[in-house]
């Protein structure tokens, strides 16, 4: 069972940046790792995901802002946060998936408030 565990939310007025991480307790270099965010009162909506090759794709919304990376060696993935606004508030979820393993986890989320 991996654990995965979120960091690096807090408070931040707009414009500003915040850089979430995301650490596996275990290798990581099989899974696809996608970042969800959720406000309330919203469904969980997939913000930006980075394959285990290295591809990166984004939600339309957050294109141009933030970037997700990853690290296997230090079992860390992680998304900057750029210009960031109001509707960027949420909990951010990470989550790591390796298919052929029917291997599928979650962590428990970190809150960005975005505040003006």
């Known amino acids: 069972q991996v654990q995965l565990v979120e960091s690096g939310g807090g408070l931040v007025q707009p414009g500003g940046s915040l850089r979430l991480s995301c650490r596996a307790s275990?290798?990581?270099?099989?899974?696809?790792v996608v970042w969800y965010r959720q406000s309330p009162g919203t469904q969980r909506e997939m913000v930006a995901e980075?394959?285990?090759?290295?591809?990166?794709s984004y939600s339309d919304n957050v294109k141009g802002r933030f970037i997700v990376s990853r690290d296997n060696s230090m079992e860390t993935s992680w998304l900057q946060m750029n210009s960031l606004n109001v509707e960027d508030t949420g909990t951010y979820y990470c989550?790591?998936?390796?298919?052929?393993?029917?291997?599928?986890?979650w962590g428990r989320g970190t809150q960005v408030t975005v505040y003006s």
């Open positions: 980075i394959l285990n090759d290295g591809t990166t």
């Open positions: 989550r790591m998936s390796w298919a052929a393993g029917n291997e599928d986890y």
């Open positions: 275990e290798f990581i270099g099989l899974y696809n």
